[in-house]
C-alpha cells in the first residue's frame, strides 16, 4: 500500500523560508510524477508545483515561480519542496501527492491519485 507522509510545516514570517519533506512508501522508483498542490482555508486545494517522472523536468504555480523548488531523492523515497521569500499568502495546509503511474506532469487534482495528510505552513506579516 502506498503511503505519503508530509512533514516540515510550521510558522515563519514573512520573507522566511521552510523545506517540506514527503516520504513514500509502498513503491520505489521515479517512474510516475509527483506533485505538491496547498488548500487555504475557504480555497480550493490548488496545484503549487510537480515534478516528472520521466526526465525529472518541473513545473511551477506563476505565484510560487521563482521561490519554491521542487525536488526528489529517489534514493530516499521522498520529494521535497524548498520554500523561500514566503508571503503571508502561501498560508495553507501543503499536500504531496502521486500520480498512479503516468509520469507526466498534471496540474490538476484528478490526476493523482495518492495524497498525504498535510501539513500546515503559516506565514506571519
Known amino acids: 500500500q502506498v503511503q505519503l507522509v508530509e512533514s516540515g510545516g510550521g510558522l515563519v514570517q514573512a520573507g522566511g523560508s521552510l523545506r517540506l519533506s514527503c516520504a513514500t512508501s509502498?513503491?520505489?522508483?521515479?517512474?510516475?510524477?509527483m506533485a505538491w498542490f496547498r488548500q487555504a482555508p475557504g480555497n480550493y486545494r490548488e496545484f503549487v508545483a510537480a515534478?516528472?517522472?520521466?526526465?525529472?523536468?518541473?513545473y511551477y504555480a506563476d505565484s510560487v515561480k521563482g521561490r519554491f523548488t521542487i525536488s526528489r531523492d529517489d534514493a530516499k523515497n521522498t520529494l521535497y519542496l524548498q520554500m523561500n521569500s514566503l508571503k503571508p499568502e502561501d498560508t495553507a495546509v501543503y499536500y504531496c501527492?502521486?500520480?498512479?503511474?503516468?509520469?507526466?506532469?498534471?496540474?490538476?487534482?484528478?490526476?493523482?491519485?495518492?495524497w498525504g495528510q498535510g501539513t500546515q505552513v503559516t506565514v506571519s506579516s
Open positions: 501527492a502521486a500520480r498512479f503511474s503516468g509520469k507526466a506532469i498534471t496540474t490538476t487534482l484528478s490526476g493523482y491519485y495518492y
Open positions: 509502498g513503491r520505489t522508483g521515479r517512474n510516475y510524477a
Open positions: 515534478t516528472s517522472g520521466l526526465d525529472g523536468s518541473t
